[in-house]
């Protein structure tokens, strides 16, 4: 996944304690609590510059206290504001809730973010214990009745205050109405159960892929069998075998159907065998908690009104229905597999010229594609990689293209303590020399760590106490041979700007209250920055400015450059029917009703693609059901869609910059005004119409995935 609030658990935490203005300490605290908060740096505010987290006086035992003291001071806060006698003003019951809980929220946000990042038993322990707390918490807050009450009232007479302050009373009045307060006592308890297990199933299912990264590799003891693989390569496989203490080789599969290091492997059977690996993790485990997590999502819409999930999630997005979102999806699907099954004829083609016959599978499509790529554009992709040096790519193209867009500088800070050793950060600041905040870079993959790429936040940006932003970018790059270059793959250059897109979209806030700033977009929203920002990695001032040789420090030659963005839509059919079975796969496993009885997944996922005719056999869905973190781990449950939904905005966005000048300070001056320094205090689309002067067509999308000249 591109962005994340790290797990669900942080989702409803974050919702309910979205802010971290001083408190005063209970005074009811017990003499053993006392003791720990001498001890515990959760229990007190950073005094880092920007509030960034003390990682080196954290420890893990820090964790439950806090959480426990965290909950129990916000108890207190929400019962006064749910219990004052004084009539309902914006003042003492909305402002006074986004003030609540700021020991929970800065428990909460350093919890999540680590145990992501660098998880183990202990961390996936706590976890499992505190999900299900943090949900009753949350249960306890938006199905209380009194203080719904208090909220309806200053809802209901909302007209007089500002827009922004409009804004967050309809944020906090959809997530109480939402939430189930309008259900009756014996409905609400069956909220809470709901609620209860499904945030259980959800945590289960995460640390069942966090234990599938440790356990489904695939060990090589025959290095013959890595054939067509660098020596970079193999001696990173050496040297993950020797880390996790074993002898050989060792492949560690990301967290995608597709797996990077087929597109180099000759041994067709050890293809197969990573490939299927890939395909069949976590079902045995994962496959009975989807039935389960789907029905009870399925009963929670119901019990709300809504005939499906889909429908009770996507109503606040800015999709609107579920039917809206199949259109956009149905629309390109018949394109999109017309494409594919076009590229596979060119790669049978190759397939057969190199003596294996019959159908192209799932495990030689990226190998052979590649054979393709070379012989249609002459390109190598290991001819590529060393132009793509990984400092290169960060700081003499990211940054670069980031200063001639938005003159922010990069300045890197070394006294401040890292979360790991292979972290990297960095304070950011504005052309007149003013200060943004601060920005994490964690670019290798380790144990631990979960799969994919995201960006998250330690501190959120909010005028109402002045925190300036503190963010941080995930990526799971396979680390290097001791001694050896970090070299990066094209897609893998796209990725870390990418993900910077939502870096900018949080530094970038200037929103007074922090449950509407940055990127607390809706989700259909909110991949729109990330995806806008992956175009400036060929801008060619920028490409030219990082793309040089590492040894050398001779740019690409002009050629090879060439070849490489005539290839940039290569295999875009595959790309774009990949990403749409996975897409359609979310949105059929909540369309479900509460009385549907579905027994078998692996069924449930044919029949849904062969349905929206995405059943392609050669090229399988991004993500298979028993990996799918996004829709049954994090966020994205029914909202899968929403990477492609942005992708029309960010075409539309980057296709209009080029028309009018480019790579330009004004350009970039406005979209940071109108579209990253909004989060959510204004209506998405007007600041979108603002920005570009209209509403966003899908012309420059069509272009920008090759399914149209």
């Not at 040297?239 to 002898?247: F, H, I, L, S």
């Not at 941080?472 to 001694?483: H, Q, R, S």
């Not at 990082?546 to 040894?551: F, M, Q, V």
Request: aromatic letters at 10%; charged letters at 25%.
């Amino acid at each position: 996944m591109r962005i994340t609030l790290v797990a669900t658990a942080i989702s409803a935490a974050l919702a309910l304690t979205a802010c971290s203005a001083t408190q005063s300490a209970n005074t009811d605290t017990a003499p053993a609590m006392q003791q720990v908060q001498t001890d515990n740096i959760l229990l007190s505010p950073s005094t880092l510059p920007y509030q960034a987290p003390d990682f080196s006086k954290l420890k893990v035992s820090d964790y439950e206290p806090a959480f426990a003291q965290g909950m129990q001071e916000h108890k207190v806060e929400i019962d006064a504001i749910a219990n004052n006698n004084a009539a309902a003003t914006f003042e003492n019951t909305i402002l006074a809730m986004e003030n609540s809980g700021e020991l929970l929220n800065r428990a909460s946000t350093v919890f999540f973010n680590l145990s992501s990042i660098v998880s183990n038993d202990e961390y996936q322990r706590i976890e499992a214990e505190m999900a299900p707390k943090l949900a009753a918490h949350s249960d306890n807050i938006y199905l209380n009745d009194k203080l719904f009450a208090r909220v309806k009232t200053v809802y209901t007479n909302k007209a007089s205050l500002s827009q922004e302050d409009q804004r967050l009373v309809e944020f906090y009045y959809s997530k109480f109405e939402r939430a189930g307060a309008n259900l009756s006592d014996a409905d609400k308890s069956k909220m809470r159960e709901y609620n209860e297990q499904i945030t259980t199933l959800q945590t289960e299912f995460s640390q069942n892929i966090l234990a599938s990264f440790k356990n489904d590799t695939i060990l090589v003891t025959d290095k013959a069998q890595l054939a067509g693989l660098s020596d970079a390569e193999i001696a990173a496989l050496a040297e993950a075998a020797k880390n996790a203490g074993k002898d050989g080789y060792m492949i560690t599969l990301v967290n995608t159907t597709r797996q990077p290091i087929l597109t180099s492997l000759k041994n067709r059977e050890l293809r197969e065998k990573v490939w299927k690996q890939s395909a069949t993790r976590a079902m045995d485990k994962n496959g009975p908690l989807i039935l389960k997590l789907t029905k009870l999502r399925a009963q929670k819409a119901a019990l709300l009104g809504y005939s499906n999930w889909a429908s009770y999630v996507i109503e606040d997005q800015m999709a609107k229905t579920p039917e809206n979102v199949f259109a956009i999806l149905d629309d390109l699907a018949p394109k999109a597999v017309e494409k594919a099954k076009n590229e596979a004829a060119d790669i049978e083609e190759v397939m057969h010229a190199d003596g294996v016959k019959g159908a192209v599978q799932p495990w030689d499509w990226a190998y052979y594609a590649e054979k393709v790529r070379k012989a249609k554009y002459d390109l190598d992709d290991s001819l590529v990689k060393p132009y793509f040096e990984l400092n290169s790519v960060l700081e003499n193209g990211l940054f670069f293209a980031m200063e001639k867009l938005y003159g922010i500088t990069f300045k890197e800070r070394h006294d401040l303590p890292l979360y790991v050793e292979d972290a990297r950060l960095f304070e950011v600041f504005n052309a007149d020399g003013s200060s943004i905040g601060l920005f994490y870079f964690d670019p290798y993959a380790r144990e631990g760590k979960a799969g994919g790429a995201w960006m998250s936040e330690f501190v959120t940006q909010n005028f109402l106490n002045g925190e300036k932003p503190v963010v941080l970018n995930e990526l799971n790059i396979v680390k290097p041979a001791p001694g050896q270059p970090t070299l990066l793959s094209f897609d893998e250059a796209s990725t870390l700007f990418h993900e910077f897109g939502h870096a900018a979209h949080g530094l970038f806030s200037q929103v007074k209250y922090p449950s509407v700033a940055g990127t607390s977009t809706a989700r259909d929203f909110v991949e729109f920055p990330s995806q806008f920002n992956e175009d400036w990695d060929i801008e060619p001032a920028v490409i030219a400015n990082y793309a040089k040789h590492y040894k050398t420090g001779e740019p690409i030659p002009a050629d090879l450059l060439k070849k490489l963005l005539k290839a940039v839509k290569f295999n875009q059919g595959f790309d774009t029917t990949e990403y749409l079975a996975a897409a359609l796969l979310d949105m059929e496993w909540h369309m479900i009703g509460a009385d549907a009885n579905i027994t078998d997944v692996e069924g449930f996922e044919q029949k849904a693609l062969a349905k929206h005719g995405i059943n392609y056999a050669p090229v399988p869905p991004r993500y298979k059901s028993a990996y799918f973190s996004h829709t049954f781990a994090g966020g994205y449950s029914a909202g899968y869609y929403a990477y492609l939904w942005t992708e029309v905005f960010a075409a539309d966005a980057f296709a209009h910059m080029q028309k009018n000048g480019g790579m330009t300070r004004d350009n970039g001056d406005l979209f940071r005004k109108e579209v990253l320094s909004k989060g959510n205090s204004e209506d998405l689309m007007e600041n979108y119409i603002q920005f570009r002067g209209q509403k966003p067509t899908v012309d420059a999308l069509l272009k920008r995935r090759g399914l149209v000249d």
